[in-house]
């Protein structure tokens, strides 16, 4: 009985150490980024993304969700086609008119996905941001969400902005290369863009790497981040084009 007692007492003390062991390893832990919330909004340039099929199938939008989405762009579509063509019946018509129009067009497309983003479920636009962040690699570091929930330091900020302005540079000298040197060029930038990654985490602390991780997620598995990257940034290269 004695034995019993004196087994019972030791296994008691074992499991307070043990809990007060997890419980400063929680203390000391990485921060971990809060649960989606229903009304975590989604910045423009995030929502917009939704244009783009295979992020679509990664979100697992229902059949509704992207037919109101198709149904919201094809009604825009077609009132500024029609714009257009009144727009051209008139001799002569001034560019800033025609300007406009395109102006009109795009803050209408950018409130449609920016609408049909609010209409996603928490867990889908939670996942919408980490694909964002994702696709933009080490610019992602310079997200105004991502630099508070990892609580980077002003010369982590600074350094990261300062990477976020080479990945700028590395798309230009690509777009200048790609016309002669094509799949040479799109490797390169590739490649650098790892790198640029990897440099940018090194500047995080061990902590702030876990918690980076955790708020990153897993890759997407609908498409090869790299080319969706590369796809949309000459996607927005051509609009940019006057």
């Given amino acids: 009985m004695f034995i019993l007692k004196e087994n019972s007492h030791m296994s008691r003390k074992i499991l307070s150490i043990?809990?007060?062991?997890?419980?400063?390893?929680w203390l000391w832990a990485a921060p971990v980024p809060p649960p989606p919330k229903m009304d975590d909004p989604v910045?423009?340039?995030t929502?917009?993304?939704?244009?783009?099929r295979k992020i679509q199938i990664?979100?697992?939008?229902?059949?509704?969700?992207r037919i109101i989405l198709i149904d919201r762009i094809a009604d825009i579509e077609e009132e500024y086609d029609n714009k257009l063509k009144d727009l051209f019946q008139i001799p002569d018509f001034p560019l800033e008119l025609f300007q406009k129009v395109l102006k009109d067009q795009h803050r209408a497309l950018e409130k449609a996905y920016t609408d049909s983003a609010e209409s996603l479920t928490a867990v889908q636009r939670w996942r919408l941001r980490q694909i964002d962040w994702h696709l933009r690699g080490a610019a992602a570091l310079t997200d105004p969400l991502v630099q508070e929930k990892l609580q980077l330091t002003a010369a982590q900020k600074k350094k990261t902005e300062e990477i976020g302005e080479?990945?700028?540079r590395d798309f230009k000298r690509y777009v200048e290369r790609k016309e002669i040197e094509g799949a040479s060029a799109k490797a390169d930038l590739f490649a650098v863009r790892k790198d640029r990654l990897k440099t940018a985490e090194r500047l995080l602390t061990?902590?702030?790497?876990?918690?980076?991780?955790?708020?990153?997620?897993?890759?997407?598995?609908?498409?090869n981040v790299d080319e969706m990257w590369l796809y949309i940034k000459e996607l927005e290269s051509d609009d940019e084009d006057p």
């Fill in 58 to 65: 990664e979100l697992q939008m229902t059949a509704e969700q």
């Fill in 47 to 52: 929502a917009k993304l939704l244009q783009h």
């Fill in 18 to 25: 043990v809990v007060a062991g997890l419980w400063g390893h």
């Fill in 206 to 223: 061990d902590e702030q790497q876990a918690a980076w991780k955790r708020l990153l997620g897993p890759p997407p598995t609908a498409f």
């Fill in 166 to 168: 080479q990945i700028c």
């Fill in 43 to 45: 910045p423009p340039t």
